[in-house]
C-alpha cells in the first residue's frame, strides 16, 4: 500500500498510524498500532478502538471521506490490555491519480498522560475552588487600586462584594481608603499584616472582622494581587464588650458606694454610741442616717442590677411632656455652660405613653449630651444651638434631637449604635448611643439618624403609645 521508502516512515512514526477504506476498515497499521491494538487489517477501526458494532456518531474519517478536508476529534480507545488511553486524531485523505479519495490515512497521537495532568489540575483547580467558596471566613482578591477581583461566596452573600468594586466602598461605604491600609502595606513590602475591623453588612448590621492580608505573586515573583482574609468575631467582641460594659458600670458607681459605707458607718457609730450612753436623739439620728443609707444602698444596687442585666422594661403610664421637660430642666445648664443656645419645641399635649420612665430619661439625656457634644467640638461654626422636640402622634410619641456641631458621615452614622464606637477621638466611652439606641429597641421604637458632616445632626426618636407585650428585653444601659 505504501511504497518504499516511506513505508520505513510509516512504520517508525512515533504515534498510531493506519489507512481506513470507505467502509472504514483497516487496510494497514503501522508498528505501534499493530503493538498495542493487535493484528487487525480487514477489521472495521470502530471495532478496534473502540469495541463498537456501530460506527461512531463523529467519525473524522467519514467526514473525511465526505469532503476531502483533515479533520481531528479527542476520544478515548481501549487498547488490547483493555487499558484506556486518550488519543488526540487527526484524518486526511488519500487520492488516487485521478484525485477521487480511495482512502483514509488516521493519526493518533497518545495524550493520556497530558489528559491525566490536565484532569488533576481540573480536580485541583475544583478543590481550591471549592475551598475558597465554602471556607466558613470572608475572602477576597484585590488589585493594587484595591478594586475587587475575586470574592467567595461568604463575602458575596453578606456584603455583595462584585468584582470592580473599591473594597472599602463595599465594607466600609468610604470614598477613600481606610488609615492605615493593610492591603497597600502588604502591597508595599510583601508582608503578612493583620487589622481588626468593624464592617457594615448589606443588611445594616455590624460585623467585627479581624483581617489579615498576604501577596499572591507571579510566577517571577513579583506581587500581582493581595488575598484579604476576614473572620467575622462579632459574637466574641460582643461578650466582650457585655464583660467591659460591666466593669465599666462597676467602676462608676465604686465611688458611690464608698462614700455610702462610709456614711453608713457614721450612722452605725451613733447608734452604739446613743444606746450605750441611753441617749435616745443621738440613737434615732443614727438610725435615720443607718435606714437612708440602707435605702440608698439598696437603690443603687437594683440600678446596677438594671444596667448589668437585661430585663423586660418596667411599664408605666407616663406623661411625654413631663419627661421632656425634665430632660431639658437637667440638660439646659450643661449647655449655658459652654455657651450653646439651648431651646425646646415641644408639644404641649403630646398624651401618655407606656414606657420605663428611667430608661426613656436616660435615652434622652444620652442623646441630648452627645449632641452639646458635637457642638463643644465643632470649632468652625461662631454659634452653636440645640433643640429638643415633642409631637404626638396617634399610635406613638415622637422625640426629636438636634444640633448644628460637626455631624457625622455615612460610615459614622452607620457605626454610630455600634457598641464603644466613638467619634470623639477618645474622650468618649461608645456607649451612650449603643444603650439609646438598645432603649429604644426594647420599647418596640427606633431611632433614627438624619446628619451631614459639618452641618449638624438630627436624631428622631419613635416610641409606641403602647409596647408590643413579646417579653422583649431592656439593654445593658
Known amino acids: 500500500m505504501i511504497d518504499n521508502p516511506y513505508k520505513n516512515y510509516f512504520e517508525m512514526m512515533p504515534a498510531y498510524l493506519t489507512i481506513l477504506d470507505r467502509d472504514l476498515r483497516i487496510v494497514e497499521a503501522n508498528e505501534r498500532f499493530r503493538q498495542d491494538f493487535g493484528d487487525c487489517e480487514g477489521r472495521y477501526c470502530f471495532q478496534i478502538n473502540q469495541h463498537r458494532s456501530e460506527r461512531c456518531e463523529h467519525c473524522p474519517a467519514e467526514r473525511t471521506f465526505r469532503d476531502g478536508l483533515p479533520h481531528g476529534i479527542e476520544e478515548k480507545f481501549i487498547n488490547h490490555l483493555g487499558n484506556e488511553i486518550f488519543l488526540l486524531i487527526y484524518t486526511t485523505a488519500i487520492t488516487n491519480e485521478a484525485g477521487e479519495i480511495i482512502h483514509v490515512m488516521k493519526m493518533a497521537t497518545d495524550i493520556t498522560e497530558i ?5 488533576q489540575i481540573r480536580d485541583s483547580r475544583e478543590r481550591y475552588r ?6 466558613p471566613c470572608y475572602i477576597s482578591i484585590q488589585d493594587s487600586d484595591l478594586r475587587i477581583v475575586e470574592a467567595n461566596r461568604r463575602l458575596r452573600e453578606d456584603f455583595g462584594a462584585l468584582p470592580g468594586a473599591k473594597c472599602h466602598q463595599t465594607y466600609m461605604h468610604r470614598t477613600e481608603p481606610c488609615v492605615p491600609c493593610i492591603v497597600k502595606q502588604t502591597f508595599g513590602d510583601g508582608q503578612i499584616h493583620q487589622s481588626e475591623e468593624v464592617m457594615t453588612s448589606q443588611k445594616g448590621d455590624h460585623v467585627n472582622v479581624l483581617v489579615y492580608t498576604a501577596p499572591v505573586r507571579n510566577a517571577e515573583g513579583q506581587i500581582k494581587n493581595v488575598i484579604e482574609m476576614g473572620t467575622n468575631i462579632t459574637q466574641i467582641r460582643q461578650l466582650q464588650s457585655q464583660l467591659t460594659s460591666l466593669g465599666l458600670i462597676i467602676s462608676s458607681i465604686s465611688h458611690g458606694i464608698k462614700g455610702l459605707l462610709t456614711s453608713l458607718d457614721g450612722g452605725v457609730y451613733l447608734v452604739n454610741t446613743g444606746l450605750a450612753k441611753n441617749d435616745r436623739a443621738r440613737f434615732e439620728q443614727g438610725w435615720k442616717m443607718v435606714e437612708r443609707n440602707i435605702t440608698r444602698i439598696r437603690r443603687m444596687v437594683l440600678d446596677l442590677l438594671y444596667y448589668a442585666k437585661d430585663r423586660v422594661p418596667d411599664l408605666e403610664r407616663i406623661p411625654a411632656l413631663a419627661v421632656a421637660e425634665e430632660v431639658c430642666e437637667v440638660m439646659r445648664g450643661k449647655a449655658a455652660e ?12 403630646p398624651g401618655d405613653f407606656e414606657a420605663d420612665s428611667k430608661a426613656i ?6 442623646l441630648v449630651e452627645n449632641a452639646i457634644d458635637a457642638c463643644r467640638v465643632d470649632k468652625k461654626k461662631n454659634a452653636h444651638q440645640v433643640r429638643i422636640g415633642l409631637k404626638g402622634y396617634p399610635e406613638y410619641i415622637e422625640f426629636e434631637v438636634e444640633d448644628n456641631g460637626i455631624g457625622m458621615d455615612q460610615e459614622t452614622r452607620e457605626r454610630a449604635f455600634t457598641l464603644f464606637f466613638s467619634s470623639k477621638r477618645g474622650s468618649g466611652t461608645g456607649l451612650g448611643l449603643f444603650i439609646s439606641n438598645k432603649i ?10 438624619e446628619s451631614e458632616l459639618n452641618k449638624g445632626t438630627r436624631m428622631i426618636v419613635k416610641l409606641p ?11 445593658n444601659v
Not at 361 to 366: A, G, H, I, P, Y
Open 130 to 135: 471549592q475551598l475558597f467558596e465554602e471556607v
Open 361 to 366: 430619661r436616660s435615652l434622652l439625656v444620652n
Open 440 to 449: 429604644a429597641q426594647a420599647h418596640g421604637g427606633e431611632i433614627k439618624i
Open 338 to 349: 459652654i455657651g450653646i443656645d439651648f431651646r425646646w419645641e415641644i408639644d404641649r399635649n
Open 115 to 119: 489528559k491525566l495532568l490536565q484532569n
Open 465 to 475: 403609645r403602647k409596647p408590643p407585650t413579646t417579653g422583649t428585653k431592656a439593654p
